[in-house]
């Protein structure tokens, strides 16, 4: 698969803000998403932005966009116990209309 | 909702044993998606399936094979179970949608994942 990296591990205190950071090397990727990874279970979805947007927010969620250089970063704000997970950032290529390449996940940790 | 289930939670299998990870999914999706997630290395893609019958290699398939019979079906196989098999297994399904902005949104949805211990 295609090169997605990120930070292994982060750790923050509760009601802080959490920024998770992510690079990718495709510039020909469309689609970019974040999924979040409780203990024990599968991935879900959390969010997601389409390339030609730099922002997207919703709720505690930013996530911020930067093609240039192929930087892709989710803000947590007023982070939460409950926001302990591993997180990890995905691609779509325009070329491979099926197949995500995920990154390496971030274990993100809330200290209380 | 869109529900993935797994077989089996948890397995446990001794090396050199035949091991199937069953898939299902409810959506009528047509992919499906097998993934091995290990400490630091992320999910790495076993094999995929664009349609019944069909399979595509991903990233290690090698010790690895996988049937789809049915649509909402996808089984991973471990034909002789080795130690460095011991992972979690993550099975996914999707439908892709093409956008009019230009190339596809794949949302995965997956399964809660079957860790698998070969001993």
């Known amino acids: 698969g295609e090169d997605v990296e990120q930070s292994l591990f982060l750790s923050v205190r509760e009601g802080d803000s959490s920024v998770i950071n992510c690079t990718y090397t495709?510039?020909?990727?469309?689609?970019l998403y974040w999924y979040k990874q409780e203990p024990g279970a599968g991935l879900q979805l959390l969010t997601y932005?389409?390339?030609?947007?730099d922002m997207k927010q919703d709720q505690r969620l930013t996530v911020l966009l930067n093609k240039k250089d192929k930087h892709l970063s989710l803000r947590i704000a007023d982070t939460q116990t409950g926001d302990s997970a591993i997180y990890f950032c995905?691609?779509?290529?325009?070329?491979?209309?099926?197949?995500?390449?995920f990154g390496t996940g971030t274990r993100l940790t809330v200290i209380p | 909702d869109v529900k993935v289930t797994q077989s089996s939670r948890y397995l446990v299998k001794r090396t050199g044993e035949k091991v199937f990870l069953e898939c299902v999914q409810d959506?009528?999706?047509?992919?499906m998606f097998w993934y091995r997630q290990d400490p630091g290395l992320g999910l790495r893609l076993i094999y995929f399936?664009?349609?019944?019958?069909?399979?595509e290699k991903g990233d290690i398939p090698e010790g690895y094979s996988v049937s789809r019979e049915k649509k909402e079906r996808f089984s991973l196989i471990l034909e002789s179970a080795s130690t460095n098999q011991t992972s979690m297994y993550l099975c996914?399904?999707?439908?892709?949608?093409?956008?009019?902005?230009?190339?596809?949104?794949?949302?995965?949805?997956f399964g809660p994942g079957t860790r698998l211990t070969v001993l």
């Open positions: 996914a399904s999707s439908l892709s949608r093409p956008s009019m902005a230009g190339g596809y949104y794949n949302e995965q949805f």
């Open positions: 495709d510039s020909s990727s469309t689609y």
């Open positions: 932005i389409f390339s030609n947007m």
């Open positions: 995905a691609e779509t290529h325009q070329t491979g209309a099926n197949n995500l390449f």
């Open positions: 959506m009528d999706h047509e992919n």
């Open positions: 399936s664009y349609d019944v019958k069909m399979k």
